[in-house]
């Protein structure tokens, strides 16, 4: 990781100020979205000033595709509460107290000459990614969040005396603050985007004839199987200083007796996944039986095992809750404190 200089960290720091003091959030909501264009990459960060809840201050700023789709699932309240924390792509800046900040936050204050005092007046800066542990800036997420800062001070003043914002999701124009191509000094113009969200949700289905034939074929029922893909709520770094990953698991219980029929751990849903078919498929063929009917909570499951659940012929439904997945999952987490 390309650490930010200390005159990129004075810049973001001085547009953090810049932001505390407009104090925008009084008259802006979470869902006045707006995007901003990364001068160096091209990548849009579609972003959300808070505060007017009277709660944390600062601005999220979700980047690219999957940042996107992680802004629109929450303004629709289309996702896992549960499991957000660890799903989102996003920079961000919050206020908040000196014991909240790490060794490393203090260090570059210091470094810097700045003074903080008082709750909810110390600013803080993460890089949030899925599957990680939110994380210090880069070099070239330090630049980005200072244009993002900027930019949303600018879009706040303006909101006070028009209308600049449309509403997304609902009307799927979103005003994005671009820089002008070819200009000498870094200026900036409006363009308001039709965006298109992506659901990309891994699916995953049998490949190989002769299994497909063999399963197919298998008579004696095994009842109704619960299974859902989940994050471990324990970070896991390879070595000191690592950015520390948390790991994912799949899990299949019997509906009826609560009993766990199997587990799998794996990295990351989008490359593992197979993971989780090889392990169904494994059940099935071990005891020579398989499931009447799949039961899942979540969206990225039901899609998971919904290719392969039209091959074998077996219902696959979506319930509001898992209650024997959803007790097991407690127990496990509190043995891993």
């Known amino acids: 990781m390309k650490k930010p200089t200390l005159e990129q960290w004075q810049q973001l720091y001085q547009a953090a100020d810049q932001f505390k003091?407009?104090?925008?959030?009084?008259?802006?909501?979470?869902?006045?979205?707006?995007?901003?264009?990364?001068?160096?990459?091209?990548?849009?960060?579609?972003?959300?000033?808070?505060?007017?809840?009277?709660?944390?201050?600062?601005?999220?700023a979700y980047t690219g595709e999957e940042g996107l789709l992680n802004l629109t699932e929450q303004l629709l309240g289309d996702t896992d509460s549960e499991e957000m924390q660890y799903k989102q792509q996003c920079l961000a800046l919050a206020y908040g107290n000196r014991d909240e900040l790490r060794a490393e936050d203090l260090k570059t204050i210091h470094a810097l000459g700045?003074?903080?005092?008082?709750?909810?007046?110390?600013?803080?800066?993460?890089?949030?990614?899925?599957?990680k542990l939110p994380w210090f800036l880069d070099k070239q997420g330090c630049s980005f969040l200072t244009h993002i800062i900027r930019q949303a001070v600018l879009i706040a003043e303006r909101c006070k005396r028009e209308s600049v914002l449309t509403g997304y999701p609902q009307t799927p124009k979103l005003l994005v603050r671009v820089p002008v191509k070819g200009s000498a000094s870094l200026l900036w113009e409006d363009q308001y985007r039709s965006l298109e969200v992506k659901d990309n949700c891994?699916?995953?289905?049998?490949?190989?004839?002769?299994?497909?034939?063999?399963?197919?074929?298998?008579?004696?029922?095994?009842?109704?199987?619960?299974?859902e893909t989940f994050y471990c709520p324990i970070p896991i770094a390879e070595k000191k200083g690592?950015?520390?990953?948390?790991?994912?698991?799949?899990?299949?219980?019997e509906h009826q007796s609560g009993m766990i029929l199997g587990y799998r751990n794996f990295r990351a849903l989008k490359e593992d996944g197979e993971n989780c078919l090889d392990l169904f498929v494994e059940l099935m063929s071990a005891e020579e039986a398989k499931p009447v009917q799949l039961l899942v909570r979540k969206k990225e499951t039901y899609y998971l095992f919904e290719e392969v659940s039209k091959q074998l012929g077996i219902p696959l439904t979506v319930v509001s809750e898992l209650e024997n997945i959803k007790g097991i999952k407690e127990k496990l987490f509190q043995l891993m404190g």
């Open 242 to 253: 690592d950015r520390p990953t948390f790991t994912q698991m799949c899990l299949f219980v």
């Open 21 to 60: 003091q407009s104090k925008c959030w009084n008259w802006m909501y979470d869902n006045n979205n707006f995007g901003v264009e990364d001068p160096q990459t091209g990548d849009v960060a579609y972003c959300s000033i808070l505060g007017n809840a009277g709660k944390l201050v600062g601005i999220v």
């Open 114 to 131: 700045l003074k903080f005092r008082g709750k909810g007046q110390w600013p803080q800066f993460r890089d949030y990614a899925p599957g």
């Open 202 to 227: 891994l699916v995953l289905g049998i490949s190989d004839e002769l299994l497909l034939r063999r399963l197919k074929n298998i008579k004696r029922s095994a009842g109704i199987w619960e299974v």
